[in-house]
């Protein structure tokens, strides 16, 4: 490493600043690497702690770097263009018919193909699979349960599981009872069974905007009516326009993910979080709220859910380990607020039980604490990651690309120059072996047809940057 010059006229911190900047420029430094602590970076420069501190300060006011609790500091993609939403851009909606799901099923049939980059798929637990760990434990299940394992279990799931899910909610201080839990394969169960607790064919569902498309898939086969609700990409939710729509539709219920939002990986600030739940329970509007990612934020704690400040028991909580351990064990569960006996009906009616091994090594899993050493693994892989994808995509993309800033989660969500159709362009992209997600499966009324979702929720090597690279090329040519 480069000395530092103790008789030069500049000051030692801006000299500091000067060779962080060129290990930089010299790809010694990537986008999301951990920079040197302050005393590793002092010792080798042979200058003092406070010198480091000031320098790495300057270059965090300067939006170089960013400081992580408990971590240290990191470097920041640099020229990405922030994307951004104003009413003015923004199309008056109304309650749609949602017909997307042609579109939908042929996202799934390509994206899934071997040997196809997987830009398109939103499976965070791809970036740093606790695979090994749970295959130990489930072969120490194996051992203790023996025949019971191919039987039946509890239709709501569980005691154990529920129990070990109740108590990660009452540390946020949510009265979490293990009774009302109820298991489900995957979210996707919870997110039915929720929906139809409360609303039925021909309801108005206030959703996202844009939301994750299998929210839309389901209430397309439900026959509901969605309608779009402007979402900022970094505060999530505009809760002006929620009361506007509330003022001027009957809508039954609400499918948000307040914590962090796919696919623009938004986070909503607590003070929100409570105005949103209070709004809606002033006017008696069940919150369906899809926390599938609220334990992969990149802040200092983890956001509250929603149901935390409900004084009407009327937040009903999904959520699910796919996208934090074991996607394929397809476990998932339900906090049904007051809707408990409608859920655990319909759970009965809808499968009957969930796979016992899975739930029964996913307690084991959670209770051994490997869970949480995963996930604290995890969340820093994905932070790391996004970084990465974004200083790539600004630097391999078209110039005129508006970016997010995710606060979360596992993708990035991305406006393309030139009103390109994400749609089209999809088709040549999976011809050249890469995924990635148009976006107008994001919308029931086929906005966003100029934007994309790329994961970051991979393992990061040579191919992966060379597929951005190309789809940032075939998205210049479009």
Known sequence: ????????????????????????????????????????????????????????????????????????????????????????????????????????????????KPGIVPLGIANPVMACSPDKTLARTMRRVLSKVAAKAVSYGPIHGDP???????????????????????????????????????????????VESPT???????????????????????????????????????????IFASSINNPMGSLMPEDKREKM???????????????????????EKQPRPATFYSRKNQVMTCSSFSKTAAPGYRLGWLMPGKWEEQAKRLKRSHSCSTGMLQQWTMSEFIKSGDYD??????????????????????????????????????????????NINTATLFETAIEQGISFTPGSIFSPSGKYHDYMRISFGVVWDDEIEAAVVKLGALVGQA
């Open 1 to 112: 490493m480069q000395a530092i010059s103790k008789q030069s006229t500049d000051f030692l911190y801006q000299q500091v600043i000067e060779l962080i900047q060129q290990m930089q420029r010299s790809g010694t430094l990537r986008a999301g690497d951990k920079l040197p602590s302050l005393r590793k970076l002092s010792s080798r420069l042979e200058v003092s702690v406070p010198t480091v501190k000031q320098a790495y300060l300057e270059l965090e006011r300067q939006g170089a770097i960013a400081a992580r609790p408990q971590s240290g500091y990191y470097l920041k993609a640099e020229h990405a263009k922030p994307l951004q939403s104003t009413r003015a851009q923004w199309r008056k909606t109304v309650p749609t018919p949602v017909k997307c799901r042609s579109l939908i099923e042929r996202v799934y049939e390509e994206v899934h």
């Open 373 to 418: 050493r995963h996930l604290k693994v995890l969340r820093k892989t994905l932070a790391f990651n996004s970084e990465r994808m974004r200083c790539h995509v600004a630097k391999h993309f078209p110039e005129d690309t508006c970016i997010c800033t995710p606060q979360g989660g596992s993708v990035l969500w991305l406006k393309c120059p030139n």
């Open 277 to 299: 739940v209070r709004l809606l329970e002033e006017k008696d509007i069940p919150l369906i709220e899809d926390d599938v990612y609220g334990e992969l934020y990149f802040g």
């Open 212 to 254: 994750f498309f299998g929210l839309l898939e389901l209430i397309e086969a439900l026959n509901m009516k969605a309608l779009e609700i402007r979402t900022c990409s970094e505060t999530g939710l505009c809760l002006d326009d929620l009361s506007q729509a509330i003022e001027h539709h009957p809508i039954k219920a609400c």
């Open 160 to 206: 154990d599981l529920r129990r070990q899910i109740a108590y990660r909610y009452q540390d946020h201080g949510i009265k979490a009872d293990p009774e009302q839990l109820v298991i489900t394969n995957g979210a996707q169960e919870a997110l039915s069974i929720a929906l139809q607790c409360v609303a039925k064919a021909g309801d108005v569902i206030a």
